[in-house]
T-cell receptor, first 114, second 112 residues
Framework: NAGVTQTPKFQVLKTGQSMTLQCAQD?????MSWYRQDPGMGLRLIHY???????DQGEVPNGYNVSRSTTEDFPLRLLSAAPSQTSVYFC?????????????FGDGTRLSIL | QQQVKQSPQSLIVQKGGIPIINCAYE??????FPWYQQFPGKGPALLIA?????SEKKEGRFTISFNKSAKQFSLHIMDSQPGDSATYFC???????????FGTGTRLQVTL
């Protein structure tokens, strides 16, 4: 199994550009989420989804959009990139949002906004 | 506002030592407390987790101690090895909101 796959691994954008970070999982997990990791701040939840067609905001949702058209995919869209969005982005999935299932993380996308 | 406070920020121990990482929380809706281990260039991986109705849980060399009344929990690594050098995150899950809140992380270095 591939687990949670994130693409691209690295990306450099200019301020104002838009892009989509891809996340796919092959474990038939219902729950998926996006985090950003910044030095000294741990991981902060951006958006999450408890199933196909259902999404909700996390702690730091501004400037990001998500959709969940299939169980497998959960893309994160940056609408108009800003330098404050320079970060490492992690996608995670788990079997369920209700039970205490472990979250499986991808290896991250390192994003720089110039 | 940091809902899960983690300390120390960094820690250096000699091989065989017992590093201890501490976390504290305020939200009584938290009902699940996992610890994650992260190596450079990789995503976090679940190490061990505990529920608040248990005071201690051991898995191999890793032990979580949980103090519900003090709203504190800690990770102990017995007989630490250089391969344990990584960043460790505590986290807490709000079962009512399906969200996982992370601490700020502890960078552990185990020296020979």
């Amino acid at each position: 199994n591939a687990g949670v796959t994130q693409t691209p691994k690295f990306q450099v954008l200019k301020t104002g550009q838009s892009m989509t970070l891809q996340c796919a999982q092959d474990m038939n997990h219902e729950y998926m989420s996006w985090y950003r990791q910044d030095p000294g701040m741990g991981l902060r939840l951006i958006h999450y989804s408890v199933g196909a067609g259902i999404t909700d905001q996390g702690e730091v949702p501004n400037g990001y959009n998500v959709s969940r058209s299939t169980t497998e995919d959960f893309p994160l869209r940056l609408l108009s990139a800003a330098p404050s969005q320079t970060s490492v982005y992690f996608c995670a999935s788990s079997y369920s949002s209700i039970s205490n299932q472990p979250q499986h993380f991808g290896d991250g996308t390192r994003l720089s906004i110039l | 506002q940091q809902q899960v406070k983690q300390s120390p920020q960094s820690l250096i121990v000699q091989k065989g030592g017992i590093p201890i990482i501490n976390c504290a929380y305020e939200n009584t809706a938290f009902d699940y407390f996992p610890w994650y281990q992260q190596f450079p260039g990789k995503g976090p991986a679940l190490l061990i987790a505990i529920r608040p109705d248990v005071s201690e849980k051991k898995e191999g060399r890793f032990t979580i101690s949980f103090n519900k009344s003090a709203k504190q929990f800690s990770l102990h690594i017995m007989d630490s090895q250089p391969g344990d050098s990584a960043t460790y995150f505590c986290a807490a899950r709000d079962g009512t909101a399906s969200k996982l809140t992370f601490g700020t992380g502890t960078r552990l270095q185990v020296t020979l």
